[in-house]
Each structure stands twice: as structure tokens, then as C-alpha cells.
């Protein structure tokens, strides 16, 4: 069964640097989502991607935040200057097109994000 | 107001019980619904989506109420297995964003 890959399943860097989470969707998708979690609270949207451009984010993806679709199957977050509150766990999600009466999404097993 | 809110329990449910769950959304332009599963430290799961009608999977039933703006799980026949939280997802026409509730914890004892 195809499945959404994340990569580094745990990240642990330093305030201010910057990191590249890295995303491989399902092959045929077209929709692509990042997500994040802080341990203990709900999960939150933070952009929607399709055709190559953001389509929607969230107030919590600012300037620091940007994401890419480098080649025809990776999609990565990059986080220029981390705080210590985007300690997360980030989730990638992708979705086909619109499928009966909704968007199901497939999310990948997430990279726990650890700021010090 | 939140956009999806749901009860955060935990529901403490015997296996073999029936066991409901519901979940209220804030904005009438809401066009899809979904229940996912969320394991202990893991990423939410697709169970089903919730679709006009109504539908089921199995031991499980989704229901959409868009008059009183809710929709519902009904879990029935428990499993140790179905222990995990409930999380309600609710995405706005016309939007490509998804609101995530907070979850309903279940623990299903044997």
C-alpha cells in the first residue's frame, strides 16, 4: 500500500539555525500538507500546496516558514531561524484530487522537531 | 470560538460496549468531514469520511447533521484495539484547509 515518508523522524537542533524537513508523498497525489503538533495539544494546519504554489496557510506559517516541491516527488518545510516553540512534531500530508465528498488525506509518520 | 470542538473524554468503555462520539463545527461553509484515529505518538490515521447520507465501515457509523452543524462516530462491538483518540476534521468550502478538533480520547478495558 502506497504511503506518505517523512524524513528525519527526529530532528534536534539549536535556536536560530535553520532546517529542512523532507517529505515524499503518495506517487499520484496532487494536494500536499504540512501539518504540526506540540506534544500534548491538537493538531494544526499550517500550509496547503498544489500545481507548485501555496493554495492556503495558516496564521502560524510566517516569514520563517517556506515550503518547495524541489522535484516531481519531494516536498520539504524549511524553518529559517528556530525558536524553542516550534519544538513540534511536523506531519506531511497529500491527498488525491477531489474524491466523492471530500479530500481524504494520508499523513506520514511525522519528524519530531526538538529545539534547544 | 473554535472551529471543531469535541469532547476530550477519555470514554473508559468494557470491550463489547457501544460507544458514541460527537463533534461540532462553528462554520456553515463546511463542505467535508473526516474521522481519523490517533495512536499515542503517532500520525492521525484516516477511519472514514462522513458523508451527506451517512455511512458505515463496518463496526463503525458516521453521521452529518448539517442543520445542528455536528457529526457523530458510533463505535460498535469495542476492541482493546480501538483504544486511541478521536480526532474530528471538518474542511471549509472553497478552502484547501482542514481544522483539526482537539480529539476524544477512548479507552476501550478489557
Known amino acids: 500500500e502506497p504511503e506518505v515518508t517523512q524524513t528525519p523522524s527526529h530532528q534536534v537542533t539549536q535556536m536560530g539555525q535553520e532546517v529542512i524537513l523532507r517529505c515524499v508523498p503518495i506517487s499520484n497525489h496532487l494536494y500536499f500538507y504540512w501539518y504540526r503538533q506540540i506534544l500534548g495539544q491538537k493538531v494544526e494546519f499550517l500550509v496547503s500546496?498544489?500545481?507548485?504554489?501555496?493554495?492556503?496557510k495558516s496564521e502560524i506559517f510566517d516569514d520563517q516558514f517556506s515550503v518547495e516541491r524541489p522535484d516531481g516527488s519531494n516536498f520539504t518545510l524549511k524553518i529559517r531561524s528556530t525558536k524553542l516553540e516550534d519544538s513540534a512534531m511536523y506531519f506531511c500530508?497529500?491527498?488525491?484530487?477531489?474524491?466523492?465528498?471530500?479530500?481524504?488525506?494520508?499523513f506520514g509518520p511525522g519528524t519530531r522537531l526538538t529545539v534547544t | 470560538r473554535k472551529e471543531v470542538e469535541q469532547d476530550p473524554g477519555p470514554f473508559n468503555v468494557p470491550e463489547g460496549a457501544t460507544v458514541a462520539f460527537n463533534c461540532t463545527y462553528s462554520n456553515s461553509a463546511s463542505q467535508s468531514f473526516f474521522w481519523y484515529r490517533q495512536d499515542c505518538r503517532k500520525e492521525p490515521k484516516l477511519l472514514m469520511s462522513v458523508y451527506s447520507s451517512g455511512n458505515e465501515d463496518g463496526r463503525f457509523t458516521a453521521q452529518l447533521n448539517r442543520a445542528s452543524q455536528y457529526i457523530s462516530l458510533l463505535i460498535r462491538d469495542s476492541k482493546l484495539s480501538d483504544s486511541a483518540t478521536y480526532l474530528c476534521?471538518?474542511?471549509?468550502?472553497?478552502?484547501?484547509?482542514?481544522?483539526f478538533g482537539s480529539g476524544t480520547k477512548l479507552n476501550v478495558k478489557p
Open positions: 500546496f498544489y500545481n507548485n504554489e501555496i493554495s492556503e
Open positions: 500530508a497529500s491527498s488525491e484530487a477531489l474524491q466523492r465528498e471530500g479530500y481524504e488525506q494520508y
Open positions: 476534521v471538518v474542511k471549509i468550502y472553497n478552502f484547501n484547509k482542514f481544522y
